[in-house]
C-alpha cells in the first residue's frame, strides 16, 4: 500500500485526485504503477487502476491478469470494477472506502457478485484506510 499511496500524492502533485495504484504479479513483483490521469488528457477512463491494468497487461503481452494482487488507495468504482473481472485480477486490496460511488461494498458489490461470468476475487479492504482517506479529504479541502 506504501507504494500506491507513493502514486496517490503524485497525483495529487500533479492537480488529479490523489489515487493510486500498484499491479503485483503473482510472485509479489511489481508489475505496474498507475494514478488517477483524467486531468491531464482527454480520457475519462484514466483511472488509477485502469492505468496500472493496462500497463501490466501489455507488459505481460495478456489480458488476463491471474494470479495479481491489485492494491488501490481507494475503493474501485463500478468502471474499475469491471475491468478487474475482466482481467481477471485475482486479489484486490483497498485503503479508503468510497461511500458516494464504491463498487467493493459500499454502494455496489460488483467484484463479489456471483451473477457475473467472471472469477470471483478475494478482497481485502481498509488497509491504511485512515491515511488513504487523509489524502482525499486534503486535496479536496485545499480545492474548496
Not at 490521469?37 to 488509477?48: L, N, Q
Not at 486479489?91 to 457478485?113: M, P
Request: hydrophobic fraction near 50%.
Amino acid at each position: 500500500m506504501g507504494r500506491a499511496i507513493d502514486e496517490a500524492r503524485a497525483a495529487a502533485a500533479e492537480g488529479e485526485i490523489p489515487v493510486g495504484a500498484v499491479l503485483l504479479g503473482p510472485a509479489g513483483e511489481v508489475l505496474a504503477t498507475g494514478r488517477n490521469a483524467r486531468e491531464a488528457g482527454v480520457d475519462p477512463t484514466a483511472h488509477a487502476e485502469v492505468v496500472a491494468i493496462r500497463a501490466a497487461a501489455a507488459a505481460a503481452g495478456d489480458r488476463y491478469l491471474n494470479g495479481c494482487t491489485l492494491v488501490v488507495t481507494l475503493e474501485p468504482c463500478t468502471m474499475c470494477a469491471g475491468v478487474i473481472l475482466a482481467a481477471r485480477v485475482s486479489r484486490v486490496v483497498f485503503g479508503a472506502w468510497d461511500e458516494k460511488a464504491g463498487a467493493v461494498g459500499s454502494v455496489y458489490d460488483l467484484l463479489r457478485d456471483g451473477r457475473l461470468p467472471h472469477p470471483v476475487p478475494e478482497v481485502v479492504a481498509g488497509v491504511r484506510a485512515e491515511e488513504c482517506a487523509a489524502l482525499l479529504e486534503d486535496f479536496f479541502r485545499e480545492r474548496r
